[in-house]
């Protein structure tokens, strides 16, 4: 697997941004049960999956069906949850160490 992974799917009345599809910057974290993820741009707030959506109101459906095929033929694709999970857990762990190794900043300004 290549790049990184993010969540995307449609906004909904967001008061700066309106309706529109979105792909967010790489994600840190999710929580489905709490409806919750963060990405390095800040905290989402998650809504309906597009599975529930199907579900619910199928008759409704043309715009984000058409708006799921753009974003398939773009190259991105669904991701299993177990390895969404590890994906999350390497990246967290990458950047520990990267902070681990990093000189306290008074060694950074005694070097210079």
């Known amino acids: 697997m290549q ?5 995307w799917g449609v906004l909904m009345d967001d008061p700066r941004l ?3 599809p979105v792909l967010t910057s790489r994600l840190l974290a999710i929580d489905r049960s709490g409806s919750w993820a963060r990405s390095l741009q800040g905290l989402i707030r998650l809504g309906l999956s597009f ?7 199928p008759s409704h459906l043309n715009g984000i ?3 799921i095929g753009m ?3 773009a190259g ?17 762990r990458t950047v520990r160490l990267m902070h ?12 210079q």
């Open 3 to 7: 790049g990184f992974p993010a969540l």
């Open 100 to 111: 681990a190794c990093r000189p306290p900043p008074s060694l950074l300004r005694a070097s």
């Open 71 to 73: 974003i398939e033929t």
């Open 18 to 20: 309106g309706c529109r």
């Open 65 to 67: 069906a058409r708006q």
């Open 76 to 92: 991105y694709m669904p991701i299993d949850p177990r390895v969404l999970e590890s994906l999350l857990s390497e990246f967290a």
């Open 51 to 57: 599975a529930q959506q199907r579900s619910r109101a």
